[in-house]
């Protein structure tokens, strides 16, 4: 590491970590020296060591991999963040601002190595007591907040200040590199090509973990040494059984990050958002003769939309860490959808209001696409939380998108139905104007039955895509498994049996009474199946196939047994000492 | 409080070591902010000089956790039910320390009256202090104490039974001055490894150092019956069947010295000038000896038989020579020849070991012979005969090879055989205490303990100085002066400080509850005192001992948690631990496990932070205990002559010694001490006091790295390594089976025929098995072996009642329950984490069951001691035990005294409970606990 490269302030450094799995024998002390420098709760450990078997008896290999935040050069965390309380530095270091930060999870979702946790309560390690120390290091700021890995950037800051240089001054050099008792975490400056760190990587084979997702990862691992040369893995290791054994460390688990109360935006806010834009658009199969009575109903409708959108985004808001800071979510919009979608929200509002006082058509139609960007927001916030792979599938945004126009659409019936019910209950129509508005009604219905046919259609469609391709687009076993169960139930349920109703519907109609009967009757049930069936898989997607992105190794040390140990050798390569360790991490100190 | 804030706060960092592991010490600080320990890091002052980096390990930080525990225990006590037994609530009452010291000064006193030892010679009071000598390093003044007091009992060990490096200790300081065998890791480039844990156990320096060889090209084969974390670290796994790892071993010796030729690929001048390899062997077994006594050798160049230590052109390995002379046998029995037949003890050795083929070990250890011959091949390849290598200036032999064995390797049946095999290998190719080869780290038998190279003194038959507990009928200690009779059955344990506890501890458990047939009686001592142990979890048969426990009359625990053990204490110590305390000891030189420095001198620990609780620094209650018991002067005088650390006054040096009558307080002492330490290290340039200390952490000077290695102590004294051939040994070993018979102790004979001039394979894992049908049952109703491993995390730590240590612990697999081969547990339809039962024939364990392919499907493992069932956090961790499963016996144990981690056991889903049966000791209507032995059953008619 050249210090003065480091200390010139015309040098951006990108600090980052080589880490040598040849070298790391899974002893935890990284782990627990960032535990103490870090005061992290029980059970939250922004640096731990996962320790991976592979392979069958006796063909064994056992390796030790050091995970948590990747500090990535393109962090799919800090673009999503809705506050900016997730930031990257200058130097690459991502970083977390406790006061900021209102705990939505979205960062935690968005990260693709587990690398984040909420800790919502203050918490010891011993059963109803608090340790002095405990008292004395807890930081009340970390609870109801993402937290994770900062590659002890006050560590790095304070040892630059102090005119340390950071990989070689243990003072200024992340905990767990510099207590690292194997030398297998090296810390240092990827911008500077005479660093330890650019070195290493120079001189050796390294991966970066899911390169594939594009985030550049400033952990880079070295696997391969001349004694124990690197190998890929088996088809074994990767295979459906071994990806599907929750005791797998490299396995994710179910996010629960967002549960049933997040779920609940997704299955409000679709309906309710497809049905302000569902309804809008039958504004125009309406005879201009009705056009202003439709308006009224339209407005009413828009107004019901907004309930169930707003039902959706409470419940959110009961889900998020830090309650009274939410109007900080406001403060991203370049980049987080989950901004935008308020933003939309508030634009969605007004125009609503503003519909409902001045039945101008322009209003109507400003509220209906404002109710299709929410959609449009709701699909994307799911589409960019890059950490789970059911979710950041590139059809996804397309499922919830058409899944929310088609329970919008479906969604009239009913809507329709219990107005006319509701009016004439009430006595508040005549008998001829029930007629009258019955027909339109009607009529309204029979338009929609098409759309909805066609949505369901492509529904059906973008399902049957997406679970076909979801083991191609890294959608692991376990989440499959959940997927195909939803899929069965999504394809029959969901959109066949709902169609089938439907096209019933639209031959019955016309028929006469009995047929206009039975129409109304099949539309009805084939929309409240369609719009349980759309929460259903909704609620699945979110709170159960959600398993996080697993850790990988796409490469590995060649050392274990039988088939996987490294090939023999017979002399010739011993190595002298005194000889300058080759290729060997210069390591802290 | 964030870590920014506060700098108006009072904020200290104090250095300190930590020992908990017998790999340390290494050096830490703590931060101390307004009074609270917060934080602790590594001391990286000393980064250059400690050959870990300086750097401290995962145990180390669980040292804050350890202090503000709140289920320490918070003020002395003393037990109010007179009942003792694990079903018995003690009824621990808080009292005052005066109360406490009132209490034990009173039985001191009695005890004292009645005189130090008992009728049947053994001493009345008995210690225990835990395991690896770690404890020593925390009991501050304590040894002065025990060498004030007199006679003491430190026969029942470190309270695990002898279940160390038993064989490694015993052999390795006779054969190599080995305590410890370690390789010369900075230079080794080929270790074979059969089950040594390096990774668990060799610390911050053994996995700093090893990582570099790593990444340097060094490869490691490990054999192993599972995949141990050191065994993940290594370039390749050999599953081997358990107990059969000198089948592996010998086999590998027929290869190199059959199959490739000794002569081609042998160091043959180290064999012909440091080994015992051309001694000439009479036909009693004997060296045949020249009329000065001394052993001969055939000279090749001659044609002449000549005294060892004669100018010999051409020592004779192989063949027979006629040669005139005479044995020397047991009690001086001497066999004259003319013209007798006699080989070189390596002919001998060839002869040996011409049988135990690849093939054959195959069949045995179930390794294919052809990775055996591999293995042999890469070990030779790698050996570099005829390198040499510069050290400090001085030309020695460059041998990058070394080989270790694991705990249940070289302890119990077939330690002998093991390490014998693994010390033959390293003097094949001489790769014996040579730079790059197998070496020892430190002496606990020899003397001076202070020096590995110092101890390499001439002694008889030009090998190094030993010395053996007498066998001849004069010098024999017929009546054992402490309960595990060290000096009568075991010669080869030497009689050092550190022999009691290496001799056959875990016999006093099993005397105490069966007299053995012919031998003194066997009582309790009057007072045990324990010091940071807890053998009612760490024995074999745990159960039991808890049991024995139970009937000692008066228990005196130090104390930090209630645990297992001072369940059954009548008085709790508290005594300020780690950080709360002080203590100056040595650090550098070399010390196991991989500790070899360039530095030597001494490190501080110092009080960090006040008691959390009503404790005291152990120095100042070991002072106020020899206050009273009545031995404050010799206690003082003790301290004085170095028995807590060095010796306070040197005449014509230095005077820093403590007034006699004067009960010296903790830092007084540790004051002195600094000073004398420094002093004494520095020839008085630098004297420093316990501030200075207290503020700079350590002291040190230079190590010459030729010190790692005796082999320039050997060549200079031309002394051999006695190796192959064990001719004194042997002769020990006859003369005490005469010692034995004469007094009519019949329960040894097994062990007695375990003395062989060179060792010859049984198939051990029989030995197990026939102790399933002494139960009646038969062994196939019992098809795993079980076994364990050491866990970094919790290695000899006490810190199984830290739940910061167990979160950590549980990213490493296997810790949370019984590790199973996942085909097999499918077999018997065992999921993973469901809870299973392990059953031996005399105790039961169960825990979650943890699948996994690194492991042989006839083995389970069971990592770390658990079954807690008193320690505070630990008790609710439902983890298993082997310690439940295993058995103290008398036919389990080996000639040194020692025996293994390894059991017999069936498996079976904790569901299926119902379908129990009794375990077969209950079913036999008694238990023995020894019950495979005649000698009770005898004793008993």
């Keep these: ?589 | 409080m964030a870590k920014a804030d506060a700098s108006a706060d009072d904020v200290k960092k104090v250095p300190f070591y930590c020992y908990q592991c017998v790999a340390g010490p290494d050096l830490a600080k703590v931060t101390v902010r307004n009074g609270v320990a917060e934080r602790l890091e590594a001391n990286f002052d000393i980064a250059e000089e400690h050959p870990g980096g300086g750097r401290v390990c995962v145990k180390a930080f669980g040292l804050i956790q350890k202090t503000y525990n709140p289920n320490r225990i918070k003020q002395p006590m003393k037990r109010t039910n007179p009942n003792k037994g694990r079903d018995e609530d003690p009824g621990f009452v808080p009292i005052s320390w005066e109360e406490a010291f009132g209490i034990v000064g009173e039985k001191f006193r009695e005890v004292r009256a009645k005189g130090l030892v008992n009728e049947n010679g053994h001493p009345r009071l008995a210690t225990s202090t835990g395991g690896g000598g770690t404890p020593v390093q925390y009991m501050g003044t304590f040894p002065a104490f025990m060498a004030a007091w007199g006679p003491i009992d430190q026969g029942f060990g470190a309270g695990q039974g002898v279940k160390c490096y038993h064989s490694e200790h015993l052999y390795g300081e006779l054969w190599h001055r080995a305590f410890i065998v370690a390789p010369d890791t900075p230079y080794v480039n080929f270790i074979l490894n059969c089950g040594a844990n390096t990774e668990a156990q060799s610390g911050v320096v053994g996995i700093w150092r090893e990582a570099n060889a790593r990444a340097r090209g060094a490869k490691r084969v490990h054999v192993e019956p599972h995949m141990s974390i050191t065994a993940a670290a290594s370039a390749e796994w050999v599953p081997i069947k358990p107990k059969t790892d000198a089948a592996f071993l010998f086999a590998l010796i027929h290869r190199i010295v059959h199959e490739r030729g000794w002569a081609d690929v042998c160091d043959v001048p180290f064999l012909k000038n440091r080994s015992n390899s051309p001694y000439l062997v009479g036909p009693n077994g004997f060296f045949v000896r020249d009329p000065d006594g001394k052993p001969l050798i055939w000279d090749a160049a001659d044609g002449a038989a000549k005294p060892f230590d004669a100018e010999i052109g051409d020592a004779a390995m192989e063949g027979a020579y006629e040669v005139d002379g005479y044995e020397l046998g047991p009690d001086n029995t001497r066999w004259d020849h003319k013209g007798v037949t006699a080989k070189p003890s390596f002919q001998v050795m060839l002869d040996l070991m011409a049988q135990y083929t690849p093939e054959w070990a195959e069949a045995e250890c179930e390794v294919p012979a052809e990775t055996i011959r591999r293995v042999a091949d890469e070990f030779i390849a790698h050996a570099c005969v005829g390198e040499t290598i510069e050290i400090e200036g001085k030309t020695l032999p460059f041998r990058p090879v070394a080989i270790l064995l694991g705990k249940s390797v070289n302890n119990g049946w077939g330690g002998y055989h093991t390490c014998w095999a693994r010390t033959m290998l390293a003097v094949l190719v001489g790769a014996l205490e040579v730079p790059g080869g197998t070496l020892g780290t430190a002496v606990k038998l020899v003397r001076p303990a202070a020096s590995r190279v110092g101890s390499v003194l001439p002694g008889e038959d030009g090998f190094m100085r030993y010395q053996f507990n007498a066998t001849s009928s004069n010098a024999w200690n017929r009546d054992p002066h402490i309960r595990n009779a060290y000096k009568t059955l075991v010669p080869l344990v030497s009689d050092s400080p550190w022999s009691p506890a290496l001799g056959p501890a875990h016999l006093p458990w099993l005397f105490q509850k069966h007299q053995p047939k012919s031998w003194p009686r066997h009582d309790p001592p009057d007072i045990w005192m324990c010091y940071r142990t807890n053998p009612s979890i760490s024995s074999w048969n745990a159960p039991e001992v808890s049991n024995r426990l139970a009937e000692f009359p008066f228990i005196v625990a130090f104390a930090y948690t209630m645990d297992e053990t001072n369940h059954f204490a009548d008085v709790l110590l508290p005594e300020s631990t780690d950080l709360e305390s002080t203590q100056l000891i040595r650090i550098g030189g070399t010390k196991f496990q991989e500790n070899f420095w360039h530095h030597e001198g001494w490190a501080i620990r110092t009080k960090a932070v006040e008691p959390v609780n009503d404790t005291m620094d152990m120095s100042d209650i070991v002072t106020r205990l020899a206050q009273e018991a009545g031995i404050l002067d010799a206690y003082i005088g003790a301290i004085n002559g170095g028995a807590a650390g060095t010796k306070l006054a040197r005449p014509g040096k230095y005077d820093f010694s403590l007034p006699a009558g004067e009960p010296p307080e903790s830092e007084t002492v540790w004051d002195n001490m600094c000073k004398a330490a420094s002093w004494d290290m520095t020839g008085g340039a630098d004297v420093h006091d316990l501030d200075w200390f207290r503020e700079h952490g350590y002291m040190l000077k230079d190590y010459n790295q030729l010190d790692w290695y005796i082999y320039p102590a050997l060549e200079a004294q031309n002394l051999r390594f006695e190796l192959p051939y064990q001719e004194r040994l042997t002769r020990h070993g006859q003369e005490l089976a005469m010692r034995l018979g004469e007094i009519g102790v019949d329960w040894w004979e097994t062990q007695l025929r375990e003395y062989e001039f060179m060792p010859t394979y049984e198939s051990f894992p029989e030995i197990w098995e026939d102790y399933v049908r002494d139960f009646g049952r038969d062994p196939a109703e019992y098809p795993f072996w079980a076994l364990t491993a050491r866990s970094f995390q919790y290695a000899w730590g006490a810190n199984v009642g830290l739940p910061l240590i167990a979160e950590v612990a549980d990213n490493i697999a296997g810790h949370s329950g019984v590790v199973i081969n996942r085909r097999r547990a499918r077999e018997l339809r065992i999921e993973e984490g469901e809870q299973i039962v392990v059953e031996s024939v005399t105790g039961r364990t169960e825990g979650p069951a943890v699948l996994r392919e690194g492991i042989r499907p006839d083995t389970v493992l069971m990592i770390g001691q658990f079954d807690h069932w008193k320690t505070p956090f630990a008790k609710d961790l439902n983890r298993p035990s082997l310690n439940s499963v295993t058995d103290i016996s008398l036919k389990l144990t080996d000639s040194t005294g020692s025996g293994s981690d390894i059991v017999c056991v069936k498996v079976y889903k904790a569901s299926e409970k119902h379908l129990q049966k009794p375990l077969a000791v209950e079913e036999m209507g008694r238990y023995d606990g020894n019950i495979a032995t005649a000698a009770f059953a005898q004793a008993a008619e």
């Design chain 1, 1 to 589: 590491m050249s210090e003065a490269l480091c200390h010139d302030p015309e040098h951006t450094p990108r600090w980052g970590m080589a880490i040598d799995v040849n070298r790391c024998v899974g002893c935890q002390t990284c782990t627990i020296a960032c535990k103490h420098w870090n005061d992290t709760l029980p059970d939250i450990q922004w640096r731990r060591v996962i320790d991976v078997e592979q392979g069958e008896y006796p063909n064994v290999q056992r390796q030790f991999l050091v995970t948590g935040c990747q500090h990535c050069a393109e962090p799919p965390c800090v673009p999503v963040c809705p506050t900016g309380a997730t930031r990257q530095r200058e130097d690459g270091l991502v970083t977390m601002d406790y006061d900021v930060c209102i705990g939505c999870g979205y960062c935690a979702v968005a990260c693709p190595y587990q690398a984040r946790t909420i800790a919502h309560e203050i918490q010891g390690y011993y059963d109803g007591e608090i340790t002095r120390q405990e008292e004395a290091v807890f930081d009340d700021g970390r609870i109801g907040v993402a937290q994770k890995c900062t590659f002890c950037s006050d560590r790095v800051d304070s040892g630059l200040a102090a005119g340390l240089t950071p990989g070689l001054d243990p003072d200024a050099t992340p905990a767990c590199s510099a207590a690292c008792i194997a030398s297998a975490i090296t810390f240092g400056d990827y911008n500077d090509p005479g660093s330890n760190v650019s070195q290493l990587v120079r001189d050796n084979p390294a991966f970066q973990m899911h390169e594939e997702l594009g985030t550049d990862p400033q952990i880079k691992y070295l696997y391969t040494t001349p004694a124990v040369p690197g190998r890929e893995p088996e088809p074994d290791d990767l295979s459906d059984e071994r990806l599907a054994d929750p005791a797998n460390p490299l396995v994710g688990k179910v996010q629960q990050f967002w549960d049933w109360r997040a779920a609940m935006n997704w299955m409000f806010g679709g309906v309710g958002s497809g049905f302000v834009f569902a309804a809008w658009t039958m504004s125009f199969v309406v005879p201009a003769d009705a056009a202003a009575d439709y308006g009224l109903w339209l407005s009413a409708a828009q107004l019901a939309g907004a309930g169930l959108m707003a039902i959706g985004l409470f419940f959110v808001f009961l889900k998020i860490g830090r309650k009274m800071r939410f109007w900080r979510a406001v403060s991203r919009p370049q980049t987080s959808w989950m901004t935008r979608e308020l933003y939309i929200v508030a634009v969605f509002g007004i125009a609503v209001l503003l519909g409902i006082a001045t039945q101008h058509p322009a209003a109507q139609a400003v509220a209906a696409f404002a109710a299709l960007g929410f959609l449009g927001c709701q699909a994307m916030i799911l589409y960019r939380a890059r950490g789970i792979p059911a979710w950041r599938h590139k059809l996804m945004p397309w499922m919830i998108f058409g899944t929310g126009l088609f329970e919008g659409f479906a969604l009239l019936m009913p809507a329709l139905a219990l107005t006319i019910g509701l009016l004439a209950a009430f006595q508040l129509l005549v008998p001829l104007e029930i007629f009258v508005y019955s027909a339109l009604a009607l009529k309204t219905m029979q338009s929609a039955s098409v759309a909805i046919v066609v949505l369901a259609a492509a529904n059906l469609i973008l399902w049957t895509a997406y679970r076909r391709s979801a083991a191609a687009n890294g959608i692991g076993p376990l989440a499959r498994s959940v997927l195909a169960r939803v899929y069965r139930r999504v394809l029959i349920l969901g959109t066949g049996l709902p169609a089938l109703l439907y096209l019933t519907g639209l031959v019955a109609f016309g028929m006469g009474q009995t047929g206009t009967r039975l129409a109304i009757g099949v539309w009805l049930a084939g929309s409240l199946l369609a719009i349980f069936c759309g929460a259903y898989w909704k609620f699945m997607i979110v709170a159960r196939a959600s398993y996080q992105q697993g850790f990988a190794m796409p490469k590995q040390p060649h050392r274990g047994s039988g088939d996987r140990a490294a090939p023999p050798r017979l002399g010739g390569t011993a190595m002298r000492p005194g000889t300058p360790l080759a290729k060997a991490p210069a390591g802290v100190g």
